[in-house]
């Protein structure tokens, strides 16, 4: 009972015995175990074969000492502890035979190349048009620097890699600069480049991947096509030598930062300054779905607005106040019922507390622990959960913590959904079945839980619905996460979606993203 309670956290098993003790049995724990976790990764992993070392009977455990070849001692039980089982040794290969289970390959990355042509397809909504002419007459015009505001599911990567399309025909040889700051978004953008180029490009042109493992060498062949970049990446290279990205800026005709809420943070905003200032003629087009740094601090959603000369392109849509109104009519945004689950956590904050959530840019993360491991408020996460599974189809769940969101996920799957759950600790293999068997056309219900990897970069049309249940500061984030659920049919997506938000009394919230996408207007209106 302990190993189960070690291997299953026991959280889990406190939170399955509040919920309905009779799930709490070890032949249920142990139902369940073997579903999150395969008998390959228990033995791989050697926290989780100690803990099966030290079930087995004194005989058994002699003989797999005897196979692995483990020095006499005078504990076996320690001297299988401390055996060193190397990946893909004959010690590996016997421990597995010994459970009667086959050795899992050596997972092999896929060997992305650096350099792709392709050749030519695409096209673009009304106002997706007026909004990609609007940028290039800016673009056209000193101080050539404009922000692409469009709201989440709105297409603004489908708007910008037409501009790009538009850039690369009028002027060849041309060389575009993208970056972003992660590597979903910078394989998103190489994939939507490939695609549109299919339909609009007019000659063979190059993609040069830069983030990661994935390098750049500026020989004199680099003229023409797209470089997608990593921000760090770039950041990196720029500590290193000034000259390559200098380089780099000489040649290019535009360069695009996606999210580019986050281009005055002082090492983007140094990238950013190499590439562009330098160059007279350079252009520069950042794009975002919130075109602001933070919900409260003026400061910094001012220096955003004035380092793209207050000149922002968004939706204009006669007859509608909001153009998130429009989306929703039209059909390329779901209509969405916004719910607020309100919650009293009793956290007694301090006076301390309360200064620190007034002045840092996010909720602590003493809070947040705090919050993940009140289990009467998990109650009411995994309540709501099922409730949005009587309805919809495929869920997201934004957690708190990696652990929040095991925690949940695992809490799901006793219950009998079919739950998982995705952190930065995921391995990428793992991550890429996950996602895929949540965007499969099977009807069964699916839920992921995540925490903090699939704000962006993250694009599954057929989620209906979301749990927030990690507080946030950020209306950027809020957004983002919104964004991941409120598709329409027009865009793949859905008529309808539901946002539920958790609301802890003593922590700030957001309402909905219609009143997100005008938050900042008054900014980017001064003079």
Not at 255 to 272: P, S
């Amino acid at each position: 009972d302990e190993a189960l309670q070690t291997l299953l956290g026991s959280g889990v098993v406190c939170l399955l015995e509040l919920l309905e003790p009779g799930l709490a049995t070890p032949s249920k724990l142990r139902e369940i175990l073997k579903v999150l976790q395969s008998r390959e990764s228990l033995l791989l992993s050697k926290e989780s074969r100690t803990l099966l070392f030290e079930l087995l009977r004194p005989k058994e455990a002699e003989i797999l000492a005897l196979i692995l070849q483990v020095p006499n001692c005078n504990n076996i039980y320690e001297g299988l502890k401390n055996a060193k089982i190397p990946r893909g040794s004959e010690q590996e290969r016997a421990l597995f035979d010994f459970f009667e289970s086959i050795v899992p390959r050596n997972e092999k990355s896929i060997d992305v190349p650096s350099s792709e042509r392709t050749v030519p397809k695409y096209s673009l909504f009304t106002h997706q048009r007026r909004a990609a002419l609007q940028v290039k007459e800016c673009l056209a015009r000193e101080p050539k620097r404009v922000l692409l505001h469009l709201p989440t599911g709105s297409g603004k990567t489908r708007v910008a890699i037409n501009i790009v399309a538009d850039r690369l025909r009028s002027c060849e040889p041309s060389l575009i600069v993208w970056l972003a700051y992660s590597e979903e978004l910078c394989e998103q953008a190489v994939v939507e480049f490939q695609r549109a180029w299919e339909y609009l490009g007019d000659r063979p042109t190059n993609i040069y991947r830069f983030w990661g493992n994935h390098d750049l060498e500026l020989d004199d062949t680099v003229r023409d096509g797209i470089v997608v970049a990593g921000l760090s990446k770039m950041y990196n290279r720029l500590k290193r030598s000034i000259q390559f990205i200098n380089e780099l800026g000489s040649r290019c005709s535009l360069v695009i930062i996606d999210e580019a809420h986050q281009a005055i943070a002082k090492t983007y905003k140094l990238v950013l300054d190499v590439l562009v200032e330098p160059y007279q003629h350079r252009t520069l087009l950042g794009l975002t779905a919130t075109p602001g740094r933070t919900w409260a601090d003026i400061s910094a959603d001012t220096e955003l607005a004035q380092f793209f000369a207050r000149k922002k392109v968004t939706l204009e849509v006669p007859g509608y106040d909001n153009p998130i109104d429009y989306l929703v009519c039209e059909q390329y945004l779901a209509r969405v019922k916004y719910r607020s689950l309100f919650y009293e956590s009793g956290l007694d904050l301090s006076e301390i507390d309360l200064k620190r959530i007034e002045e840092e840019l996010e909720v602590p993360q003493t809070i947040f622990n705090r919050l993940a491991e009140d289990e009467r408020r998990n109650l009411r996460i995994i309540l709501e959960i099922e409730e949005l599974a009587k309805r919809h189809r495929r869920i997201l769940v934004f957690a708190i913590s990696v652990e929040h969101s095991k925690l949940l996920a695992s809490v799901l799957q006793v219950r009998g959904w079919q739950a998982n759950t995705i952190t930065a600790n995921t391995g990428s293999s793992e991550r890429e079945r996950i996602i895929a068997s949540f965007k499969d056309n099977n009807p069964k219900t699916k839920i992921i839980c995540n925490y903090g990897v699939l704000t962006t970069g993250f694009d599954a049309p057929q989620t209906s619905a979301a749990l927030i249940a990690r507080p946030t500061k950020s209306l950027v984030l809020y957004s983002q996460m919104v964004g991941r659920a409120i598709r329409g049919v027009k865009a793949g997506g859905n008529e309808t979606a539901e946002i539920v938000t958790v609301v802890d009394r003593e922590l700030p919230g957001f309402g909905s993203v219609a009143e997100a996408f005008t938050n900042w207007e008054d900014v980017w209106s001064k003079n």
